[in-house]
């Protein structure tokens, strides 16, 4: 049984561009959260997926965008990059929002 | 913000207990505390939770006082695998009533030595 993976496993881009992150979810599995985990601080959450539409949202601008398609798996937009938004980006899954969630092991984004 | 409060750092001998506390002295009734641990360059793996009964699995044990303002995770034998940072982390609750998303705070780096 795959765990939570998560494609690309890295990646760079330049500031001002767009970039699109991949995650599918543990097997039995419908929800969706993502986090943005700085160097040297603890995930931070972006927000939650469940049924296709999103169900919580942390304090992160409209730049950051998601979607869940039909299959549970979900991607992570964030629009006019900045040199800030270079982390790694964590996607985890569970059965609904009450379980524990397990997570992906990221996705490392660098903005130059 | 975080609703938790973790020493940034502890230390351990391999094959002795690790103790890791935590305070949480403004959880409600109905929210659980979780555990998750992260090792370097990996993504958070789950450990345990509990709501206020003593939770023991495969991986570790989890005190949690009567009063609920806090709480210690038991690695009883720490192997040099076990060197991560540790998160407590409190459930907040969500719309819909359901468990909400997890706060994550700086947690405690755990370095167990040979």
């Not at chain 2, 009567?66 to 940072?85: F, M």
């Amino acid at each position: 049984d795959a765990g939570v993976t998560q494609s690309p496993t890295h990646l760079i881009k330049t500031r001002g561009q767009q970039v699109t992150l991949r995650c599918s979810p543990k097997s039995g599995h419908d929800t969706v959260s993502w986090y943005q985990q700085a160097l040297g601080q603890g995930p931070q959450f972006i927000f939650q997926y469940y049924e296709e539409e999103e169900r919580q949202r942390g304090n992160f601008p409209d730049r950051f965008s998601g979607h869940q398609f039909p299959n549970y798996s979900s991607e992570l937009n964030v629009n006019a990059l900045l040199l800030g938004d270079s982390a790694l980006y964590l996607c985890a899954s569970s059965f609904d929002d009450y379980n524990e969630q397990f997570f992906g092991p990221g996705t490392r984004l660098t903005v130059l | 913000d975080a609703k938790t409060t973790q020493p940034p750092s502890m230390d351990c001998a391999e094959g002795r207990a690790a103790n890791l506390p935590c305070n949480h002295s403004t959880i409600s009734g109905n929210e659980y505390v979780y555990w998750y641990r992260q090792i370097h360059s990996q993504g958070p793996q789950y450990i345990i939770h509990g709501l206020k009964n003593n939770e023991t699995n495969e991986m570790a044990s989890l005190i949690i006082t009567e009063d609920r303002k806090s709480s210690t995770l038991i690695l009883p034998h720490a192997t040099l695998r076990d060197t991560a940072v540790y998160y407590c982390i409190v459930r907040v609750p969500n719309y819909g009533g359901s468990q909400g998303n997890l706060i994550f705070g700086k947690g405690t780096k755990l370095s167990v030595k040979p």
